[in-house]
């Protein structure tokens, strides 16, 4: 599937808002975006996909009141950023095809 840049359309962001999304750049090797996707899929199933009739520009005129709560702190829940970001980075090396730099890392730190 390509990713957010590589597709060009429309999308409805976390308020409810239609956005225009833009194609940044073209997609790599045989990626199609989500709606290509599905259209082989129901056409690979003998399935007809229904057109989209999605009405952009009404779609944009509707106002919508979003309701948002103010961010409470929870006591108890503090996190150290640096030994947060500490601990993801040693969870991807130490799970992923890194782990080679941490050994590396040891061996030089033993000379």
Do not use: C
């Not at 009405?55 to 829940?77: I, M, R, S």
């Amino acid at each position: 599937a390509a990713s957010y840049l590589e597709s060009a359309g429309t999308i409805v962001n976390y308020l409810g808002k239609v956005k225009k999304v833009i194609k940044a750049v073209s997609p790599s090797g045989e990626a199609m975006q989500h709606k290509d996707i599905f259209a082989a899929l129901a056409k690979a199933m003998k399935s007809k996909l229904p057109a989209a009739k999605a009405d952009v520009k009404k779609a944009l005129k509707a106002k919508k009141k979003v309701k948002v709560n103010p961010f409470e702190k929870v006591k108890g829940l503090d996190v150290n950023p640096i030994d947060l970001n500490d601990r993801i980075n040693r969870s991807v090396i130490n799970s992923s095809r890194l782990l080679w730099l941490k050994e590396t890392e040891k061996a030089l730190a033993s000379k």
